[in-house]
């Protein structure tokens, strides 16, 4: 058995996978259900434009985690490997005192009572959906010649919620912190150290979320790591620690206090943890052209290339388990909340239909009834709505309503308002289209280098995924994967995962350790995975990919999405 755990922004998770990689078992921990006492909402505190995690919530949450795997008759004494994965980016800043808490760990106490709060000098943890850091992502692009170059060398511009832009601020605003931070984990290797029972390497791809790693090179980049510690990049370095480049590292047995406290076996070994993207591209055997796209709280869209193709527009991180191989993303923090907000406003405004707000169905039937767009079709409408400020396009948080003229460009518009040549938009029944279609739109534009590198042309049908997998929460609305199929097209189809879809990063996790473990000489995790995969049984065809003239003529809205982004973000419109 194989152990998969995930630390995300609102649960910790945890399945355990058997030597044929079959799901035995799913168990988590809710933070704001499980352990209200923090006093969190989905799972973090809101100050200003800074949002931030309790520490210790986690650290209680992994025993309650393990308690209940306890409880239910989990084999946890035939677990022969474990390695897991963490919410990207947000740093854990470890105090003086913790190696040796670490040495003197006691099971007769809980994890939580014996690091919190000595082991750390900070006792919160920024989270992915922090937008605070603009002023430090400003200078970190400027030390490398611009956010083109830094997105060479480390695969992502700066980015507000990235690690090296966070520990820039905390330096900068609470030095005495920084100063007596004696070690930076990431929450991937925040939460492998935990199992492991000491500071945890950081694993070769999550290390690419901080503007610090040249992924080439493989070294730390120490223009960047200058500019983040103000003139003492080898300072910066030791606190960060090495970074261990083999995903199937086996770093060392399980700590004792899992030996003794849940019956953890003596040789029980521990892999390095991932980022949550990372694992999930793990949770099936992802290969070259094929797309996965999660459609959980916020979005993603992840491949796996073995092109370094580099633009600010979008994230290029080292591969979790494959050499010579990257994993490209796509990060939308307005995913499903966005969603959410108009399928609530379609629902107050048809209460005669008795909806509940939860309700998705009168969303789906407008969806489905207002049509792919054409170019004939005088409605074509782009509508991007955030709630929140949104990572892309860059930008604060507000809607912004188009229609599309005949020459394919977009003008901002009033709803409910004429437009100048009669056009209009229902509100909030318009949206229900306008939003799916323009989500997966901006997919499209950004992927399209990664299908075709050679090719510049927007509607040539070789450049759409392979086939595209879909998982997370919303992969279940059958109206969504329609959109989603007639927006990317796929030449071999639409799957959604049958098991684990919303455990996808524990999952990946879990694989990784089976890997480690059971792998033969030499051979790739793709490798390892594809020799037990039956199709059949992981995944359910859901849509067939490629409609012919629906996928082209969405090729033609591209122009527009990219000129109405151009106009949201220089603030003109
Ligand atoms: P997380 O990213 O937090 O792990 P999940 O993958 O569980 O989240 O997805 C949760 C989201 O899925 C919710 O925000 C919800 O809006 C969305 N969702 C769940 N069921 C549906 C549905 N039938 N249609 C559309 N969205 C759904
Ligand atoms: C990725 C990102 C999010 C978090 C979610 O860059 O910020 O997807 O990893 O947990």
């Known amino acids: 058995m194989y152990l998969g755990l995930d630390l995300s922004t609102q649960q910790l998770k945890g399945v355990i996978i058997d030597d044929n990689l079959r799901m035995h078992s799913e168990t988590s921990v809710s933070f704001d259900k499980d352990l209200p006492h923090y006093k969190t909402k989905k799972g973090v505190f809101v100050r200003g434009k800074q949002v931030l995690s309790p520490v210790a919530m986690w650290i209680e949450a992994l025993d309650l985690l393990m308690e209940r795997m306890k409880d239910d008759d989990l084999p946890l004494d035939k677990i022969r ?69 830094l997105a060479r060398i480390t695969g992502s511009k700066a980015h507000h919620r990235f690690t090296g832009p966070q520990i820039m601020r905390l330096r900068k605003s609470a030095p005495e912190i920084y100063n ?32 610090f790693w040249d992924i ?26 090495d970074v261990c ?19 953890f076996a003596v040789d029980c070994q521990v892999m390095p943890f991932t980022g949550d993207n990372p694992a999930t591209i793990l949770a099936l055997p992802l290969l070259e052209r094929n797309a996965m796209i999660s459609l959980g709280t916020s979005t993603t869209m992840l491949l796996s290339t073995p092109h370094y193709v580099t633009s600010p527009a979008y994230h290029m991180f080292a591969h979790p388990t494959t050499e010579g191989y990257h994993m490209a993303m796509l990060c939308y ?44 079709h005088p409605h074509r409408k782009l509508g991007f709505y955030f709630p929140l400020p949104e990572i892309i396009p860059q930008t604060e948080a507000g809607t912004w309503r188009f229609l599309i003229d005949s020459a394919g460009s977009p003008k901002l518009c ?59 929460g919303a992969s279940k609305n059958p109206a969504i ?61 859901i849509r067939d990919g490629y409609e012919a003239g629906t996928w082209e003529e969405y090729g033609h809205m591209l122009g527009a999405v990219k000129a109405a982004e151009d106009m949201i973000v220089s603030g003109k419109v």
């Open 81 to 149: 490997g474990i390695s897991g994965s963490g919410q990207q980016h947000g740093s854990i800043y470890w105090s003086s005192k913790a190696d040796s808490i670490f040495e003197s760990i006691s099971d007769s106490k809980s994890l939580v009572d014996q690091f919190s709060p000595d082991a750390f000098s900070y006792e919160l943890s920024p989270n992915w959906q922090d937008a605070s850091t603009q002023a430090e992502c400003d200078e970190i692009e400027a030390s490398v010649d611009g956010p083109e170059e």
């Open 180 to 211: 007596k931070t004696s070690r930076i984990s990431l929450v991937s290797s925040f939460l492998c150290s935990l199992f492991l029972g000491k500071i945890a390497p950081i694993d070769p791809s999550d290390i690419c979320g901080g503007n």
């Open 216 to 241: 080439k090179k493989e070294t730390f980049v120490d223009k960047t790591l200058d500019c983040i510690s103000g003139g003492n990049a080898a300072e910066l370095r030791k606190k960060l620690g």
């Open 245 to 263: 480049m083999d995903g199937a590292a086996q770093l060392g047995s399980v700590s004792s206090y899992f030996q003794t406290k849940y019956g």
């Open 333 to 376: 923090k307005n995913g499903s909340l966005a969603r959410e907000y108009i399928r609530d406003s379609i629902n107050q405004s048809t209460q005669q239909n008795n909806s509940e707000n939860d309700d998705w169905e009168p969303f789906n039937n407008l969806a489905t009834k207002a049509g792919p767009p054409s170019r004939t």
């Open 414 to 472: 009033d709803p409910e308002k004429d437009h100048e040549d009669g056009k209009k938009w229902n509100l909030p029944t318009d949206d229900a289209r306008a939003i799916l279609d323009s989500q997966f739109l901006d997919i499209r534009m950004r992927s399209q280098a990664f299908f075709n590198p050679e090719c510049h042309d927007a509607v040539d049908i070789s450049k759409q995924p392979s086939r595209t997998y879909v998982v997370g």
């Open 481 to 541: 994967a329609d959109v989603l199929s007639q927006v990317l097209g796929s030449e071999e189809g639409v799957f959604r995962q049958l098991t684990g879809s919303s455990n996808a990063c524990a999952l990946g996790g879990a694989n990784k350790a089976a890997w480690a473990i059971l792998r033969k000489q030499g051979q790739t995790f793709e490798q390892f995975f594809t020799e037990r995969w039956d199709e059949s049984q992981w995944v359910e065809k």
